[in-house]
């Protein structure tokens, strides 16, 4: 089963690329097992969760980075861009102060 996430990240936000077409995508205080899900997967980054995805693709591999955060361990996504990456509306949690989706299946 191949899961996706969606992510509000403002533009270029702790965005980087490593080679066209690949991006890392962080810091994300995701738990590693839900980072494990997603490699393979897909990952969405919205400025709003009301705003189509403006950047995303497949996930090709995830590291757990220390961060001067509360929570200091962060994950970063390294990920495959593609046309299919752009344009997605948000799914997955909807609340307000939701950041992130959690995991979404088809």
């Known amino acids: 089963m191949m899961f996706e996430a969606h992510f509000i990240s403002k533009i270029d936000e702790n965005m980087s690329i490593l080679e066209w077409p690949v ?48 929570r200091s361990e962060r994950v970063v996504f390294t990920f495959e861009a593609d046309s299919q990456g752009s344009g997605q509306q948000w799914r997955g949690r909807d609340h307000s102060m939701a950041w992130w989706s959690g995991l979404v299946t088809d």
């Open 23 to 70: 991006y890392e995508s962080g810091f994300w205080n995701v738990k590693p097992e839900d980072a494990e899900q997603l490699e393979g997967g897909r990952v969405y980054f919205h400025r709003k969760k009301r705003d189509a995805s403006y950047i995303g693709g497949k996930v090709l591999d995830w590291r757990i980075e220390n961060t001067d955060s509360p």
